[in-house]
């Protein structure tokens, strides 16, 4: 079902511009849109966590959805976070992106799932929700989500899901859940998982080396994710770490829970991407030290990247 | 503002019926409500956690709560649960319903909320968001949300939100925390707090004499409350005592997490006061021996309680 | 290795008795064991959560255990709450007391373990550490641990540690789970289990039909559990079911987190089986309130079981 | 009582060091201990989690720090880790701890606390207990202990307790808490509160900057914290976060929760510190693969800082 999909490079996880007023921002989410296909994004992601949906109501998440696949006109797939506290929500959410055009969906389990039964048990029945012919995206965030997915699980999850498409994974640590996944596929117990990783590409640098196929998360600087991504594919080992570790302080800073958003889209309006960087309620505002605090991040990077010259 | 609105009595929590198919049975909600307000009950929440809320799409939503209001004909109070994981969701729904003539709505805290001032926070967020002229109430019921408001936070929420109806109170243990609100009232240091109990039922016996002022919850026996409340409130101690132990190990069955929705749509179902007692997906489904064992239950209460002969 | 062992009946989880001032009370202890084997108890657990083990020091839990192995003069299997926040103390605590004569130990997770793995990796690790030749038991307490172990974790510690002697089964909604493990004894799938009921015998009655040895909890008349026990395997449902539904009110009295071990102590010190009701910081004391809260019950149970009267 | 007593600089976090066969190697005590003196760090914090703390019978503890007490000479104040599931245990090792010369111990707060009042009490109920002349350090690390404190609660604790010492802090994001502390000082709304930070140091370059004291953390490099906070004191901003930003990427490296201290005992075992880098059980192993990404950046490390050429 999902088997003609893959999913490799950056999908670069979107956030939701808003004007100052907290009314969504059309034409942030246009020029938002065309500097990700200019920056070499290879998907988009909207309607994450990061991305607000929370607080958006039904009519302005399928507004959203309809702009920015107008805008990309096809040339890249689109994911749409559709996770909710019941699968009615869900499904509605899903049938209507679908037919805007969306390519899949992505699924966050509930944060009061323990055992291993009642975490696959979710994404079957989520699957079978929403349709079983549209693709899903596995979230394996636990610093989030409280859900601990052992790659037991997630092979179970995609061995049963026909509809499993790739894993957004953002364990920490979780760099030898990679090595595991990619070990099974290898001694065959395993059909082919491709593994996009997330947590603000925190390690994205060993990730990678790991055997991930690239990144499915929301830096400021996703040029700088697709510049990594493609070097240590490559194997341009020190390359990609060089550049890595340059805006390394700053990914650390930007991955904080709370601020990090704010710290995003401050960012991403400073070079221009957004115009404003607005979270609407209830969200983190930066605080004047803060911001001086990023900027001195931002200068520091410009010594070996120019793009944060801003 | 909610100065004119006061609670006493049995809120039922009422369960939403569907067909065995999973659509919503409209003459069950129909004969459910007569039901009701033949018991006795002084008002009606809907879309509680136990009127399976997540399941329903927004639209399902809007049109229950329609229905049971053409149904009542304004002769009781109807509180809509609007919980939800953003404030736009719970925005929409709440303005929806509104507007078709409840009389207020239930809110009940995210379970990341650790921190008093976030508590506090979030209920004053969240009355800004929905209309700071909606009555709203109170659920604190740590046991499924995870959040521990104490005395003190609950004084708060209702002193800073002129907003707050009444007080769900489900906390466990719970009697002391109804004695210091009402202790506080009498000191003169909090204004009046209407307060309901939930959690099944299951102190309602002792709630009632440390001050509570009726009952907000769905026990498959809503007459038995009504009745315990109603003598308990006449000084009829032992007669209530009498009544509520007889129900005791059914009420103690049926506050199961899980289980126990299907025991209460199962008991209505036998009770005449719906037709099925399917629950939509993810639900639990009773197994013949526990069905078995709620028989016996019941056939022991009927001993003493007619109404249980079934 | 534990194949000669069984458990059945009722081993009573004993409070451990202090003075007014905080000092263990030994002729308490005494007095309280006397009772116990009077009572037909046919073990004894000491040193668990409600006997507040972690508010004693090393060398007085071995003197608690030291003086209990030597009033029941081995007439009784003797276990011993060894749960700590690590294997050394763990060991330690269990060479002391299975040295002095103990059966076994009793071991409850930490309450961080998640994934079914981490569980039973850990049942492994403890058994190992404290001596693969010492009968353990398993405390299946979501409710108080926060940990979901499914039926197939306990097949697997079960199965893989051949020390595991019996389970003390006190998860919440917890009847289908005897259920399933009794399914599984019946085809083969899992050698013999014995299961001893907790969670303060709030569902005794019926969890002995589904398949229960006994009860393996403190309610403040374990008298009543050895009665009900006896009935219900002698198949006098009905007699069962009454003594037990006249002690209700007070078991869910009593079950409550917190005030509840301070109801226990307190009837126990109403019946004369310890000095006082004394709890060790940090502990609830009950109210005045409270107290005659729990003297209105034991009247009400004395209309039906003479021992209430106090 | 505790105002004589004043903390900055690095209280380093000394990991255990072990034999291979899980034996303490007391001659790597005493070479780490004078590597420690001779790095410059201003104190030692020894038994804290990351030294295996929970692992360690209640005689090997007294023997860590004897050891380490003897070979310091009486040179560093020495902060002893005490947190316990009871207050009886923490009394115990408190006072062997004290009268071995230990100068104060730290505290960390059971993972179930919640409510403010709740958090605030414990900390009193425990320096009561543990005796209130003896000078206590709050641990604050909600990543771990799943407790949040507000700075409002951390407040309250240090006026409420008079042993109150100083704040290990380690919340994240954590950067406003220690701008609030600082302006509580500043306004006269709180007494000056001492405060290094933890969290492996993740934020040390910033934290120095809003008002931290220093650090109280065991990266494998304490000799780059001693240097970052002297320098970040002396205001040579640039050259200050020259060498942490050098070291980030290790550092995030071994602030992974369960391989983190493999990594740190691995390189502190590469460096000559300790003899062995085995953990006791449970505890995790790093892959050869692990190993061997943490051998690439201790080279690329070595590039700014010589130190790291192992």
Redesign the interface.
């Known amino acids: 079902m999902t088997s003609h999909l893959d999913a490799k490079g950056v999908y670069v996880i979107a956030p939701t511009p808003f004007h100052t007023d907290g009314r969504i921002d059309d034409s942030s989410i246009d020029r938002m849109t065309d500097f990700f296909l200019k920056a070499g994004v290879t998907g988009m992601t909207v309607l994450g966590q990061l991305g607000e ?6 009519d ?1 998440s399928v507004g959203i959805v309809k702009r920015v696949i107008a805008r990309t006109g096809g040339k890249l797939p689109i994911v749409v976070g559709v996770s ?6 869900m ?2 959410l899903t049938h209507d992106v679908m037919d805007l055009g969306a390519t899949g969906v992505m699924i966050a389990p509930p ?2 799932l ?4 009642s975490i696959v ?2 994404y079957k ?1 989520a699957s079978e ?1 929403i349709g079983s012919d549209v693709p899903f995206v596995i979230q394996d965030y636990p610093l989030t989500f409280s ?4 790659p ?2 997630i092979r179970r999850i995609h061995t049963e899901c026909p509809a499993c498409w790739f894993l957004k994974h953002e364990d ?2 979780g ?2 859940k990679i ?1 595991q996944l990619r070990a099974w596929e290898k001694d065959g117990s395993m059909r082919r998982l491709p593994i996009l990783v997330g947590n603000n590409a ?2 994205l ?2 990730e990678m ?2 055997g991930a196929d690239g990144a499915n998360t929301g830096y400021c600087f996703p040029d700088m994710l697709v510049d990594v991504v493609r070097m240590s594919k490559a194997g341009q080992r020190d390359a990609a ?1 060089d550049l890595f ?1 340059a805006h ?2 700053l990914v ?2 930007e991955q ?5 958003l704010a710290v995003r889209k401050y960012v991403m309006m400073r070079r221009g991407i957004i115009a404003s960087d607005t979270l ?3 969200g983190a505002t930066l ?1 004047a ?2 911001k001086a ?1 990023v900027d001195y991040l931002l200068s ?1 990077i410009a010594k070996v990247d120019p793009r944060a010259k801003v």
């Open positions: 949906a929370p607080k958006m109501a039904h302005e909710a506290p019941g699968f009615a929500a499904k509605s944060n009061t323990r055992t291993d039964d048990q979710y029945q929700a859900v601990q997915m052992t037991a699980v920490w640590p760099l030898d090595s925190l390690f640098d060993f080396e790991r770490h570790d390394l302080p650390r800073y904080q829970p709370g601020p990090g609407r309620k209830p605080s030290t803060a605090e520091r």
